[in-house]
Structure formats: C-alpha cells, structure tokens
C-alpha cells in the first residue's frame, strides 16, 4: 500500500499507531536490550503503555496544545510518550541527559 493510500485512510499519526497496535497485537514490535538479550514488546504492548501514559497525563491536566517536555537517552518508554502526548493532541519536546541544562531552559 502507498503512503499517499495510507494518508487518505487515517487522520493523524495517533489513528495509525491505535490501527497497528490493535491489528498486530501479538506481533514484537520493539526490542529493549537487557544485557546480552533482547526484551521484545508487542504492539499490543506498545498500545497498552500509551493508553496508560495518556490517562495518567490527562489526569495530570495535560491536553491539546500542552507540551511535554522528556529529558532521556532513546529508549522504548520515549516512543511511548511520544504517542501518549499525540493522542491528546499535546506536543511532545524531547530532550537528551548530555545536553546542558541552558539548552532544556
């Protein structure tokens, strides 16, 4: 399937991520290194985490036009705030452990 037939099914980012995750549920997604192993999670995961995320962050206030600033290396819980964030229409504003704190001001 095209991007352009893909496009026209969803939209938002948020409707693709929620039609994956349930549509490939039992599928691995993303592994998170654990020593010499890998940890995999499933969509189905994924979806759980950001639905969970979500509610505690509307809970907390946040919503459309917030932004949610994260200070974090890449890792799966990112990805999963990034989603959180876009499926209450906040922003997501990442930021990394090795910048200096002048940067996340």
Same mark, same amino acid.
């Given at each position: 399937?095209?991007?352009?037939?893909?496009?026209?099914?969803?939209?938002?980012?948020?409707?693709?991520?929620?039609?994956?995750?349930?549509?490939?549920?039992?599928?691995?997604?993303? *592994?998170?290194? @654990? =020593? $010499?192993?890998?940890?995999?999670?499933?969509?189905?995961?994924?979806?759980?985490?950001? &639905?969970?995320?979500?509610?505690?962050?509307?809970?907390? *206030?946040?919503? @459309? =036009? $917030?932004?949610?600033?994260?200070?974090?290396?890449?890792?799966?819980?990112?990805?999963? &705030?990034?989603?959180?964030?876009?499926?209450?229409?906040?922003?997501?504003?990442?930021?990394?452990?090795?910048?200096?704190?002048?940067?996340?001001?």
């Amino acid at each position: 399937m095209s991007w352009l037939a893909v496009r026209s099914m969803y939209s938002t980012l948020s409707e693709v991520q929620q039609t994956a995750c349930e549509q490939h549920a039992e599928r691995a997604f993303i *592994g998170d290194r @654990k =020593g $010499d192993t890998f940890e995999w999670k499933t969509y189905g995961d994924f979806g759980t985490d950001i &639905g969970r995320l979500s509610k505690a962050l509307h809970n907390l *206030g946040v919503g @459309k =036009g $917030d932004a949610v600033a994260c200070i974090s290396t890449n890792r799966y819980e990112w990805a999963v &705030g990034n989603y959180a964030c876009l499926a209450l229409g906040a922003k997501w504003v990442p930021m990394y452990e090795n910048q200096k704190a002048t940067d996340w001001e």
